[in-house]
């Protein structure tokens, strides 16, 4: 295997100052990566060549990518009469990508000395190769007013064109403007103990085309042999294979931000407070279709979502003779909810429901184990063939809009939970005495579950099994209909129902709070330095991921993925103590 990277980054910039106040900017940037590959593998044989590996093959790919960024703008500042302050910006802007790969495979080569194509066979062969171009063009301004260093004001204006988009749709136009007001400048502010009171408010919006790079366009596959002839031989053939959106344009985020900034006590405690409201419109977003269609479909401006919430930041700290700290505790709040769908009001593959938070879980309710076939035959009739020590779900309505005795996935499934954490919280402690030092940060996340799916079920593809389910489980012996794992049995790579459903069985609660840092420093006295060449010596301990309270699964952790196969990573991250020395000379 021979892998090469070419990189070059380039890089120009001018600048002209027409007058004190106004000056002129130019700067250009150019990057190109090229990536070559070669994969070669021989034949391998033993036992007297009754077992062999082959044929030898080699693999050769090259990519191309380069990168053209251009920003060209005048700035003007300019501060009147000691208290005004004025500062322009306005300019344009332009980024070009450029990528181009090839691919070739042969195999059988009669020489392991030589590792280009043409020493291979031609049966067998294959090559592929594909190019892309993306433009974006900006043109941009901003004003910056202040007044008095009381009252601020900025202004920006973008207008955005993307390659990404048709002539009709390639441009968006996003403003924003926000405003600040410091009253305890003000005459009128008379309170000894906060030194600084500031309220802010900002309204703007933002584009986003962050999608593939032909969206709106009719490409074809060429990579669609289809049968012909009397004897039906596969023949090359060119076919539709993605319906495109021809309107398709800029999806917008519109935000809205109150805020409030407080300095209290000469600078001992400070506090600063965000409320905000952001809709998303115009989503770029993927929708699931019925296979009926016989083709897939691209990006498309499907639905708006909107995100609303508090920010809270404080800080807390003092010196008490030779002991300083600093406390710092942190805490958000985020509702998330989806307001429209392109037409429609669900997307269940992709979690997504009008009403509802973005990610949520769609699943069955369940009701505890079944204990015997007595409760299983007094039971809504299940979707699969119950046993005792199986999930029983909730039968909640059917198609006259109550229960009918009968759960099925066209009635009895509803949103049961939710992906995205609501809260989000956090501490960090600085303190300082003499020479010692010690940092502490925790986070923790709430308000949010996962789904337990996958390789984390017992014996699943004939896999492993963790201590907890063994303890935990059904058995004739137990028959406990809220034991934290149903009856073991062997499970296939697709397990069946009710292993494979989501339901509210599976569903843990995924808050925890986390000691992310903890560190214990000493720094020497400097004295002992005198007549040596160093400066500062400091020793410290320093411990992460040190433990985690949760509710979630014995061992596991909440902030990873907890579906899929072998490679998934859903175990607590490595807990790691460090000792060390910094000197400085």
Do not use: C
Request: proline share 5%; hydrophobic share 30%.
């Amino acid at each position: 295997q021979d892998n090469k990277n070419t990189y070059s980054m380039d890089n120009f910039s001018f600048e002209w100052k027409i007058i004190p106040e106004l000056k002129f900017t130019t700067r250009v940037g150019y990057d190109i990566n090229y990536q070559k590959g070669d994969n070669y593998s021989s034949i391998l044989s033993w036992d007297n060549q009754t077992v062999v590996q082959g044929p030898s093959k080699l693999q050769v790919s090259t990519s191309d990518n380069k990168n053209l960024t251009f920003d060209s703008y005048f700035d003007y500042e300019k501060t009147f009469h000691s208290h005004h302050y004025l500062h322009l910006l306005g300019g344009f802007s332009h980024i070009k990508n450029d990528y181009e790969s090839l691919a070739a495979y042969r195999e059988n080569s009669p020489s392991t000395q030589l590792y280009v194509l043409n020493a291979f066979g031609s049966t067998n062969q294959t090559n592929s190769g594909t190019a892309s171009e993306t433009k974006l063009n900006s043109f941009f301004g901003r004003v910056n007013y202040r007044f008095d260093d009381k009252y601020l004001l900025e202004g920006n204006l973008r207008d955005d064109g993307s390659s990404r988009f048709s002539k009709a749709t390639r441009f968006g136009l996003f403003p924003s403007l926000s405003a600040a007001w410091i009253i305890s400048k003000e005459d009128f502010f008379n309170v000894s103990w906060i030194e600084n009171l500031k309220v802010r408010s900002s309204y703007g919006t933002l584009g986003n085309q962050q999608i593939g790079n032909y969206p709106y366009q009719k490409t074809l596959n060429l990579n669609q042999p289809y049968p012909f002839g009397q004897v039906e031989q596969l023949s090359p053939g060119i076919a539709l294979t993605t319906l495109p959106f021809e309107n398709i344009t800029w999806e917008t985020v519109t935000a809205f931000d109150q805020g409030l900034d407080v300095d209290l006590l000469k600078g001992k405690i400070s506090l600063s407070i965000d409320y905000y409201d952001r809709r998303t419109s115009n989503i770029l977003q993927s929708m699931t279709v019925s296979s009926v269609l016989g083709m897939n479909v691209s990006a498309q401006n499907a639905g708006k979502v909107q995100n609303k919430g508090w920010d809270f930041q404080l800080s807390y700290k003092g010196t008490i003779k030779n002991f300083t700290f600093n406390i710092q505790p942190n805490f958000s709040i985020n509702n998330n909810e989806v307001i429209s769908l392109g037409g429609v009001t669900k997307d269940i593959s992709r979690g997504l429901f009008v009403g509802k938070p973005i990610g949520s879980i769609y699943g069955y309710e369940s009701d505890g184990l079944f204990v015997n076939q007595q409760d299983i035959d007094k039971s809504p009739t299940q979707n699969y063939i119950a046993t005792p020590g199986m999930i029983k779900y909730k039968d909640i309505s059917g198609p006259a809009g109550v229960p009918d005795g009968m759960v099925s996935a066209d009635y009895d499934r509803t949103v049961i939970g939710n992906t995205n954490p609501k809260y989000s919280y956090g501490i960090s402690i600085q303190s300082s005495y003499k020479g010692f030092d010690f940092f502490l940060q925790m986070q923790g996340l709430a308000g949010y579950q996962r789904q337990l799916t996958g390789i984390q079920l017992a014996l699943f593809n004939n896999g492993n099994i963790q201590q907890w389910q063994v303890d935990n489980r059904w058995t004739d012996q137990n028959p406990n209909p809220n034991a934290k794992y149903p009856k073991l049995i062997p499970l296939s790579s697709s397990p069946e129902p009710p292993f494979g459903d989501v339901s509210t069985y599976w569903l843990r609660d995924a808050g925890f709070l986390r000691m992310k840092t903890i560190q214990l420093g000493y720094t020497l006295p400097s004295g002992l330095f005198n007549h040596i060449f160093l400066k500062q010596v400091r020793i410290y301990i320093s411990g992460q991921n040190l433990f985690t309270l949760d509710k979630y699964y014995p061992g596991w952790d909440p902030e990873m993925t907890t579906g899929g196969y072998a490679n998934s990573s859903y175990y607590s991250p490595t807990r790691l103590w460090t000792a060390g020395v910094n000197v400085n000379f």
